[in-house]
């Protein structure tokens, strides 16, 4: 973060708290100092969610097939970032330009993750998610599978996404 950046919010953090009253006042160089103090602090890795929403199967359950993979993301004291599970409340993925415009903004937000995790057969929207991620260096992994599948189910659902995750990180 930049230190026009750190007194932009410190500033914008001095405003808020004068709104709330004097119980909550700070001098800016206080709420510069606490903002160093929160950067400082370890923050909590991102891990973006690879999974189907719109092009295979019913947008309404892989809707809730994204709840649950947010929520194992979320139990391993991670943040998931699935940009389909909140675009979909606002954009509509049947009109080509919103979509797109969703699309562009989940790659936005990849930048910002430490891993980007499959959990389901791959879109043809996922592979632009797959290639990006492997373009800017950030870890591509598969999901326990088992957490969703029986075994045997799991380990079939594993070899077809590696086989196709082969064949986009490959041609």
């Not at 929403?53 to 309404?60: E, I």
């Amino acid at each position: 973060m930049t230190e026009k950046n750190m007194r932009e919010m410190g500033q914008a953090a001095e405003e808020l708290l004068k709104l709330r009253g004097p119980k909550y006042s700070m001098s800016n160089h206080e709420a510069e100092e606490k903002l160093r103090e929160l950067e400082r602090e370890e923050s909590m890795e991102r891990v973006y969610i690879c999974s189907q929403y719109g092009s295979r199967g019913d947008k309404a359950t892989n809707l809730e097939l994204a709840k649950f993979f947010c929520m194992t993301v979320i139990e391993e004291g991670k943040i998931p970032i699935c940009p389909h599970l909140f675009y979909a409340q606002v954009l509509n993925d049947d009109v080509k330009s919103q979509r797109a415009a969703g699309m562009r903004m989940g790659l936005e937000l990849l930048k910002d993750c430490g891993e980007l995790r499959i959990f389901t057969n791959i879109s043809e929207g996922m592979k632009g998610e797959i290639r990006q991620a492997r373009e800017r260096g950030i870890p591509i992994t598969i999901a326990n599978m088992a957490v969703i599948y029986s075994e045997d189910q799991a380990a079939y659902a594993e070899e077809e996404i590696v086989k196709e995750l082969r064949e986009v990180l490959n041609g």
